[in-house]
């Protein structure tokens, strides 16, 4: 089946940092796209970064682009979003998601696995 899980959300003040893990297990990590997507309470779910299988596709959203990294691990089945100079608005549910089709997935937001989400709240 495989499963992906996040992990490093929390609390922070405006400009400050986080990194957030998501790790994938029962899934062969190397066919697969991952991305990550947020969701303020009572909004439409909203793609934030993805990348394709070798990296050589990454996907970032206008709003967090030049804050906001995307990278992958494939020796810790780990994708990770590092989140820089972050803002209130950044404040949501941060979910990653896999899928062997990258179009499906960074462009429809069509994953294969989603994890459970973690939590980002950023104060001002």
């Known amino acids: 089946q495989g499963q992906v899980a996040e992990s490093g959300g929390g609390l922070v003040q405006s400009g400050g940092s986080l990194k957030l893990s998501c790790t994938a297990s029962?899934?062969?990590?190397?066919?697969?796209?991952m991305g990550w997507f947020r969701r303020v309470q009572g909004r439409q779910r909203e793609g934030v970064a993805c990348?394709?299988?070798?990296?050589?596709?990454?996907d970032i959203d206008d709003s967090v682009k030049g804050r906001f990294t995307i990278s992958r691990d494939s020796a810790k089945n780990t994708i990770y979003l590092q989140m820089n100079n972050l803002k209130p608005e950044d404040t949501a549910m941060y979910y990653c998601?896999?899928?062997?089709?990258?179009?499906?997935?960074?462009?429809?937001?069509?994953?294969?696995?989603w994890g459970q989400g973690t939590q980002v709240t950023v104060s001002s």
């Open positions: 998601a896999a899928s062997t089709e990258y179009t499906l997935l960074c462009e429809y937001g069509l994953g294969s696995h």
């Open positions: 029962g899934l062969d990590f190397d066919t697969y796209s």
């Open positions: 990348m394709s299988q070798n990296g050589d596709r990454i």
